[in-house]
Structures are given as C-alpha cells and as structure tokens.
C-alpha cells in the first residue's frame, strides 16, 4: 500500500526566503507525482505536475523535482512571498493500470512580511 | 473554461440522513474522482468513474455511491450519514489517457449534526 509522507507539517518563514518542501512515497510505482496548493477551506490548485519519466517541471517561482528511485519529491519555492501562504500537498498517483492517487497529509506554510 | 464546478457549497445534515453532492468536469474530461477530505487531513480517494462506469474504489463502505452521466457530470450519495462523515468532499476531473493531471473543485463541505 502507497504512503505519502511530507516534511515538514508546518513551516513558518519571512518574506524572501527560499524554501524547500518535501514529499516521500514508499512505491516507486507511480504513474505521476502532482503538487498542489490548497487556501483554508478552498479546493486544491494544480501546481506542478512530473511524469514518472521526467527529473523536474518549473513553473515561475516553482520548482518540483521527482527522484523515484529514492522515492523522494521536492517543491522548491523562490523568493517566497506573504501570498505563498496555503498548505501544500502532493499526491503520487499508482501506475499499472489503478490510477489511484495516494496524498500526503501537506505542509501548512506561513510567510510573513 | 469555467473548471470544475461543485453544488452545492455548504450543506447540513442530521445524523441518519441521506445525501446527494454533485460535480460538473472541466471541458473536455472524461473522468470523475471523488475525495474525502477530514480537517488537518490530505484528501482520501473515494472512487473514480469513467465511461458511466465505477473504475476503481477506496476503502469506503457502500454507504458511499456515486453515478456518472452521459455528460460525464457525477454524483456522490451518502446514506444513513454518520458524524464521521463531516468533511469537505472534492470532485477531481482528468483525461484518463492524457497524464490523468487532476483539477478540482471547490469542495462541498458537510457537517453531519
């Protein structure tokens, strides 16, 4: 059975910093890893999507590296910002056919200016 | 494109009572999945419909039902509520053959009295 554990659960840290996320599943069988962010009571926004082919995926600020033999994902955010404040998630989804997504519990972060 | 959509936002109930939650996938998807989200929790994987047809289940009593129409729009049933069953309940749509990238919706949040 996939379990997805993220470190840390909670993060608080001044405006500008850079920060790592990280993500760890325990079967490397995995079809994909997504990145998402979710605001208080809000669904979940997309945010990186990595193929279980490829090393990384950029988008702006955001970057998600995927090591699967390691088992391993990361979520580096850039000169964080006060509006980065949310609680991220990641979800390995299972190859072989289930497309099943297994989530991590998220880490809940705080940027203060 | 107005994404994934879920109706209704907020909704109360009493202990015993049934359910219905509804979703409408963002164009061009073919695939429904439902999750169950506890506060302080990632989201748990309810079941996935695809084709009007339930592809694959979690670990959730049959309480839990769902149904998919031709416009692939889906349904979750809840009977005989229980108080474990308030949550936030997400609706994800994808392309089953296209990188299975999940978008979700707003989430319906039941509280069960």
């Known amino acids: 059975k996939q379990e997805v554990t993220q470190i840390p659960a909670a993060l608080s840290v001044p405006e500008g910093e850079n920060l790592v996320l990280n993500c760890s599943f325990t079967?490397?069988?995995?079809?994909?890893l997504q990145w998402f962010r979710q605001d208080p009571g809000k669904g979940l926004t997309s945010l990186l999507l990595?193929?279980?082919?490829?090393r990384e995926q950029t988008s702006g600020r955001l970057n998600a590296s995927l090591d699967k033999s390691s088992g391993r994902s990361t979520l580096y955010i850039a000169a964080s910002q006060p509006g980065d404040s949310a609680t991220y998630l990641c979800?390995?989804?299972?190859?072989?056919?289930?497309?099943?997504?297994?989530f991590g519990r998220g880490t809940s972060l705080i940027v203060h200016p | 494109d107005a994404g994934v959509t879920q109706s209704p936002t907020h909704l109360i109930k009493t202990r015993g009572q049934q359910v219905t939650l509804r979703c409408s996938p963002k164009?061009?998807?073919?695939?429904v999945s439902w999750y169950q989200q506890a506060l302080g929790q990632g989201p748990q994987f309810i079941f996935q419909?695809?084709?009007?047809?339930?592809?694959q289940r979690g670990n959730f009593p049959d309480r839990f039902s769902g149904h998919q129409f031709p416009n692939y729009s889906s349904e979750l049933n809840v009977n005989a509520l229980l108080l474990g069953d308030s949550a936030l309940y997400l609706c994800?749509?994808?392309?089953?053959?296209?990188?299975?990238?999940?978008?979700f919706g707003p989430g319906t949040r039941l509280t069960v009295l």
């Open positions: 994800a749509s994808s392309r089953l053959h296209s990188y299975n990238e999940q978008f």
């Open positions: 079967d490397s069988a995995i079809y994909n």
């Open positions: 990595i193929q279980s082919s490829q």
């Open positions: 979800a390995a989804l299972a190859s072989g056919g289930s497309y099943i997504p297994t």
């Open positions: 164009s061009g998807h073919d695939t």
């Open positions: 419909y695809y084709e009007e047809e339930e592809r």
